[in-house]
């Protein structure tokens, strides 16, 4: 953010992205080394969510303009990912059911983090007012 500080919310919204990329990599390290078992496709989109959460923790530590946009990424990626477990495990429908609120919640909450940034970096990057001589 050229000199400017990354405010400490953004600092607490990078913490939870890099927690949730440390969780998507331990899913995916389970399904890969054989102690869960679940589709290639799954894996792949829990890769997915992992990249999108590691780059949005990146970009919210540093203050990065794009910060806002991957963690938008992230909860579309995710969203995605949960939405699809019924289908990928087949999953019957009264089970599968609770996967949209949770898709929802997901989702809610990665743009509520992406409204925040944007708002954080504005504000710290905003030029200082000319005051009159």
Do not use: H, K
């Amino acid at each position: 953010m050229n000199g400017t500080r990354v405010p400490v919310g953004a600092r607490v919204v990078a913490v939870l992205f890099a927690l949730l990329a440390l969780n998507a990599l331990n899913e995916l390290l389970s399904m890969v080394s054989g102690e869960s078992d679940g589709p290639l496709a799954l894996a792949a989109l829990q890769a997915l969510v992992g990249v999108c959460a590691t780059a949005a923790a990146v970009g919210a530590w540093i203050g990065a303009r794009w910060a806002p946009a991957l963690a938008a990424l992230y909860g579309v990626v995710a969203a995605v990912m949960v939405v699809s477990l019924g289908p990928l495990l087949e999953m019957p429908a009264e089970e599968a059911g609770g996967l949209w609120i949770g898709a929802a919640v997901i989702l809610a909450f990665a743009l509520v983090c992406a409204w925040y940034l944007r708002r954080a970096f504005r504000r710290a990057i905003a030029p200082a007012p000319i005051e009159p001589a």
